[in-house]
């Protein structure tokens, strides 16, 4: 184990510790990190990448964790709302997450990972209150700016309590762009949904 990344024993899913190696890539630096034009040529950090098949629940995995903070808050560039085919895909689950569930007209939405608020932004749209928790500042003070509360931080129990008196318990909560492989040690089942919470 470094400071910067460490090797996961166990699935991220399951917990069994029968993992099977079956990809073995060339380390790579972290991706969407693109480098200014003097850096071009220079070294950059690399981390393992390695694709891990559980034996017990068949779930397929990286087999390292890098630290969040690399990945996602050290020139972080995807924003959600570059592509037209994820747009066209937020503007259907939107439609249908409204349509299935009953969200009270003054309903908190949040979004977990919500990046540039692009899914937020159609709630807002049907006049709902929206709150987006993202760890990428960049891309955070761009949502806030275009009109998307959104705080910067990584999701967790202490961040959920911390903002819980301020905004009140969301009526539905999405991580439509969190997978296994982002979710904190906290979470406790370690099953990944993008299916909504309602309360």
């Known amino acids: ?3 910067e990344f460490y090797k996961k024993e166990e699935c991220r899913l399951c917990g069994s ?3 099977e190696l079956v990809i073995e890539l060339a380390p790579t630096p972290p991706g969407n990190h693109f480098v200014s034009a003097d850096k071009v040529g220079f070294p950059q950090a ?4 390695e ?3 559980c034996v017990d629940c068949h779930h397929v995995q990286l ?3 890098v630290d969040p ?3 996602y808050q050290k020139n972080y560039s995807y924003v959600s ?3 037209p085919i994820f747009v066209a895909h937020l503007k259907e689950y939107a439609s249908e997450m409204l349509s299935r569930f009953p969200i009270p007209k003054d309903g908190l939405v949040l979004d977990i990972g919500s990046n540039d608020g692009t899914a937020l932004s159609l709630f807002k749209a049907a006049g709902y209150k929206v709150l987006g928790i993202d760890p990428a500042i960049e891309i955070v003070r761009s949502a806030n700016e275009n009109g998307i509360q959104t705080l910067s931080e990584f999701f967790d129990l202490e961040v959920a309590r911390k903002y819980s ?3 009140g318990k969301a009526a539905l909560t999405s991580w439509l762009t969190v997978s296994s492989m982002r979710l904190p040690e906290w979470i406790t089942g370690r099953t990944v949904s993008s299916t909504p919470v309602l309360r």
């Open 1 to 3: 184990m470094t400071p």
């Open 17 to 19: 510790r029968a993992l």
């Open 46 to 49: 690399r981390y393992p990448l």
């Open 51 to 53: 694709v891990y098949f």
């Open 63 to 65: 087999g390292h964790v």
């Open 69 to 71: 903070q690399i990945l």
């Open 81 to 83: 709302g570059t592509s």
């Open 165 to 167: 008196p301020e905004f």
